[in-house]
Structure formats: structure tokens, C-alpha cells
């Protein structure tokens, strides 16, 4: 059985198809790349999957349970987690307590909780920033913080949104090497990256979205010769 | 030293009446504690989990009205307002919350603005229950000596500082403030942010109550216009809060003893009439532009100003 599987998801804004007849699975302990060109709908998936639009038509399953329909506090409970692409951290409070606050979803108590919590942090690479609110994080750490509270609700499932946009030389290095580190925990991810070198190096497997609808599956590889796909970022 | 402050605060409020205060400044005093513990009430809900409501006159009166109807309508003591208010505001801010929680921000506000109102226009139509405008007089007041109220609203304005206190420390603090911060965010990270507001409301809303039901005691008179006002108790609430400190343990214990004494103040200068008001609003435009997180939130600010060398040093 697949962790994640999306059947034939339509979402329409009005007339508009942000997605239209998308089918794919994850399987447990894979790097899932999704990419297309701007505009193709990725986040607009991503927002389906984590519960903050229902899809107008088709289903979104994990763990083989029908998920589409619940609320994003729900699914998070069950196992899945997000990061925003535009970051949303908790501005006023420091970037333990901001990761402290989502470890409560499965600490017993206060102590566990920031137990969770600084191991998140030594773990992003944030341990030096712990008590600096986090409205005054420069952007590379906000990313991080992004991950590490997704991370501190320990889920099955992580969906990346464009966490190394924006990120100079080191810090992408840096990003990379917490992703293998998160999969080598057992997390299966499904991550959207522009970064087309990043990706290809990451990913075990890649969906490519152009209008809305799949347009190529496969492995690195066979997605770098997909003339659709070339045609989708290049043009004719 | 700054741990300890709550503490030598309650000393000092605790040894207050001791010292011989006239009944005059002892009322003073009584006013000072009871907005204090609305403030805080408030605060909970508005300052910590980011839900500004404008109308907290409503918990308020529905408070200090349990209180009245237990004694009017079936002729109990008026103090059995306090523990029954809590059950009967939690109750009411549950219903209210299915309501007004749907909305967000400045809509959220409007709202329990509305609701306020409503509560007030109810108050006075529903002559069967409440009595109407004529509003309802305690005739047997328990004491008259106001040293036992003054002890009274004392030990519920410290419970409700060490409930805000407690909360503030555990899980629900921490979800209060991600859902004030960001609620989508906080919905991703797995918090029902519905349910969490819904018992910030109950919790606010029952410890609004819980003071209500004093002032009834205290009082021994209440009307429709008094305990459901907008201005005198929905804005001033907002107001002792903002001056004292959004979301700050002892910023509406500060900001009530300026609002309350400044009130007297600015009443007793003569020929000004209603247009002392005019003058609250002065200084929440001041309070907004120069002390935007009040006096104990900007407390470094304020110190700064005054050393030796002005604000630059």
C-alpha cells in the first residue's frame, strides 16, 4: 500500500482548473520531486493534500484512509506534515517556542515538548538562534524553522514547499544535507523545488506539472530526456 | 526581583485596608482590583490568543445579571452569583463562539460588538426576567463596611491572575499565541484552532462573568445602561489593557489604576460634562503612536527616556 496516494484530483478556482485529473502515489521512504514551470498548480496540490481546499473532484488518501475533506489540524494529527513556501513562522515568539508549540501535538506534557523541541532545532542547525524572536530570522533560517516545526509534529509524510528558494551556496548545502538526514529517519517527503540541480541530485522519483495536469512521472533520469517536459520549461 | 513583583503586589494590596483609607479611596481601590481582573480576563482572549473583541460589557452583564435574577427572581442570595455565573457565562460564550468565531479579525470584532448591544437591548426588553430599565436593587446589602468586598474582588482578581498565569505556561498558552500569531500556520502545525479559541472565549468570558457578579454585590444596584454599556465597560476594558500592556501578566492591574483614577480626575474638573471623554480617546492615540505594547510591555522604552541623556545615550 502506498502512504499517499492522490485519485483523480480536479480543483477548479471558478472557471479556472488549478488542477485537473491529477493521479500519483508516494511510497513509504521516498523523496518525491514535484515540479513545473510557475503557475502549474503545485502548491495549489499541496494545499488539497494538507487539507486547506477540499478538491472539487477526486480523493486524496493516507495510509489508506480517505483524508480529502478533513481539516488541516486533522491530518496533521494523523501523520503529515507542511511547510509554507511563503514561511509563516509565529513572528513574536522565539524559534524554540514556535517549535515547542507544534512538539505539544505529541508531547504528554511541557518537558517532553521542549525535550522534542531542542532536539528539532539541534537537528535544522538552529541551536544558536533558539531565543532570537523570530520576526528577525534572516530568510535561509526562517526556511529551517519551516522544517523544524513541521518536523517537532513528527510526521509520516513531510511536504516540502519550496524550502531552498532564495538560499545562497552554503545554506543550500547546508538544506540538502538536512533532507537525506530526514529521510535516512525513515520520513517519507514530497518536496517542490525550482532548484532543478537540487532536485535531480534529491529525488528518487519526480511528477511534472504543467496546466494543472501531470504531464511526465519517472525517475531523474528519464524526466531530464522527457521531450514534454523540456517542451513545458523551454517552450517549443 | 521582577519574579517576585506579582507577590510583593499582593502583599502590599493585601495590607492596603490596614492602614486606615478612607471609604472614599477604599471604592477607589475596590474599582482598581475588579478592572483588573476584567482586564486580565480580556487580555486572555484578545492579548494572548489574538481575538480582539469589543464586547466584553456582554459576559459582564450577563454576570452581574445572574447574580441580579438569582436574588430577584427566586429571592436567593446575591452571592451565589459568583460560583453560578461561571457556569452560566461559560455556557453563554460557548453559544457566542459558535457565532462570532467563524469570523477573523476585524469582522470577529464588529461582531462581538454587535453581540454587546444585543445583549443590552435584550436586557432591557426582557421585562419578565430582568426587570427591564428599571434594573434590579439589591435591598439587604451584606456588609456595609467595604473592607470585606475590598477582600472579596482582591482574591478574584489573584485567582484569575493565577488562572491567565497558569494557562500562559501550558500547551493551550503556546497554542493561544501560534493561533495569534498565525492561524493558518497553527493549523498546519496540528492545532484545532477552532476549539482553541472557543475555550480561550469561555475562559475570558466566564472570568468577565465572575467579576460581573461582584459588581452586582458590591454595587447593590444594576441596569441594562450600566453593566452592558459599550463605552463604560466594553471600551474601557480595551482601553485599561492598552495602556497597561497587551499581553502582559500585570500590564491591566497598571493600566486600571491609571484608568480609574484618571477617570475620577478628569470627571471632577468642572464645566466639561460629557467631553471628558474626548479625552480617553486622546490618550489611546498617544498610547498607540508612542507605547504601542503599553506601559509594562514598553517598560525598557520608558526607562530609557528617563536617564541622564534622553533617549539617545
Known sequence: MSLLEIRNVSKLFGGLAASSNVSFTIQKGEILGLIGPNGAGKTTLFNIVDGVYPPTKGQVLFKGQVISGMKPHQICKLGLARTFQVVKPLQRMSVLDNVIA???????????????????????????????????????????????????????????????????????NESIEIIKSIKARGITIMIIEHHMKVIMSISDRIVVIN?????????????????????????? | MKKYLPLIVLAFLAVLPLVGLSSYMLHMVILVIMWSAVGMAWNLLAGYCGQVSFGHAAYFGVGAYTSGILYYQLKLSPWWGIPISIVVVTGFSFLLGLIVLRLRGPFFALATLAMGEMMRVSAENLNWLTGGNIGILIQERTWIDKTYYYYIILAIATATFLVVKYLMQSKIGYYFVAIREDQDAAESLGIDTTWYKTIALCISGAL?????????????????????ALHDISIVTIMIVMVGGVATLLGPFVGAIIMVFLAELVRSIPGLGVAHQTFFGILLILIIIFLPNGIVGDFQKIKRLFKVGGAYK
Open chain 1, 102 to 172: 507544534s512538539a505539544f501535538l505529541r508531547a504528554k506534557n511541557k518537558a517532553e515538548a521542549v525535550e522534542i523541541a531542542m532536539e528539532t532545532i539541534r537537528f535544522t542547525g538552529l541551536e544558536e538562534d533558539k531565543d532570537v524572536i523570530s520576526r528577525g530570522l534572516p530568510l535561509g533560517k526562517r526556511k529551517k524553522l519551516e522544517i523544524a516545526r513541521a518536523l517537532a509534529t513528527q510526521p509520516e509524510l513531510l511536504l516540502l514547499d519550496e524550502s531552498f528558494a532564495g538560499l545562497n551556496h552554503s545554506e543550500l
Open chain 2, 208 to 228: 468577565t462573568g465572575i467579576a460581573g457578579a461582584f459588581y452586582t454585590n458590591y454595587m447593590g444596584y444594576i441596569d441594562p445602561h450600566v453593566v452592558f
Open chain 1, 211 to 236: 496546466y494543472g495536469q501531470k504531464i511526465a512521472e519517472g525517475i531523474p533520469q528519464e524526466i531530464r530526456n522527457n521531450p514534454l517536459v523540456i517542451e513545458a520549461y523551454l517552450g517549443e
